[in-house]
């Protein structure tokens, strides 16, 4: 059964400050999307990731992904508050085949102080 | 370009009661996906649906649960008699089916079983 493994599951930082959110996941999959959720609100996409060694960057959030070690990484570089949700990353549960049903972590959920 | 529209956004039912949902795919987008979000959890793939196709439905509870995708109109994730158990957000997204893709995720339908 495909496992996807966020952590840390909540998270409290201040403005200002870096951090980083992890995703290990079992399979061979190299494909892996993160998204971003409000409280009471739909899944926002913020990156997808196609294969070993991508990187992509929107403003203050930074993911990578290295297919060898199953691991994705989501940094946020000096915080804001407006960056404070609920993020999911997700993985193909077909292994990469084609377009298929997600199975998603337990979401990390950031709370950015002031 | 419309996104994903679901209906009803929210929808109360009593024990024992149908509950049907709805879901349009954003336009040009021939796959559909439906997932559950339990409180404070992340979303659980419930089933993989393109025009008049089921092709993963790994997700779907065995009994009271069902979904269709229908050459015309929306697809339908139907619930019967429902249980306190089912109160969750129901999230459809949909992609134009190109492995690599992400799926966008409509606003969701949130289930209250009285």
């Known amino acids: 059964e495909l496992k996807v493994e966020q952590n840390p599951l909540f998270l409290s930082m201040q403005e200002g400050k870096n951090y980083t959110i992890y995703c290990n996941y079992s399979t061979t999959s190299d494909r892996l999307y993160w998204y971003r959720q409000d409280p009471g609100k739909s899944l926002e996409s913020l990156f997808v990731?196609?294969?070993?060694?991508a990187v992509k960057q929107e403003g203050r959030l930074m993911a990578s992904l290295d297919t060898k070690a199953r691991l994705s990484t989501l940094h946020i570089t000096a915080a804001v508050h407006d960056l404070s949700a609920t993020y999911f990353c997700a993985v193909d549960r077909g292994g990469g085949g084609g377009a298929d049903g997600l199975t998603f972590g337990k979401g990390t959920h950031l709370i950015i102080q002031p | 370009n419309a996104g994903v529209m679901q209906n009803p956004r929210h929808l109360v039912r009593r024990r024992g009661q149908e509950a049907r949902l709805r879901c349009s795919p954003m336009?040009?987008?021939?796959?559909v996906y439906w997932y559950r979000q339990l409180p404070e959890e992340g979303l659980k793939f419930m089933v993989y649906?393109?025009?008049?196709?089921?092709?993963?439905e790994s997700g779907m509870p065995k009994e009271r649960f069902s979904a269709e995708f229908p050459k015309e109109g929306p697809s339908i994730l139907r619930i019967q008699q429902v249980v306190r158990g089912d109160s969750a957000a129901y999230f459809c997204?949909?992609?134009?089916?190109?492995?690599?893709?992400?799926?966008?995720f409509g606003p969701g339908t949130r289930l209250t079983v009285t």
């Open positions: 336009k040009g987008h021939s796959h």
């Open positions: 649906l393109q025009k008049e196709n089921i092709i993963d």
């Open positions: 990731l196609l294969s070993n060694g």
């Open positions: 997204a949909s992609s134009p089916g190109l492995a690599g893709l992400e799926q966008y």
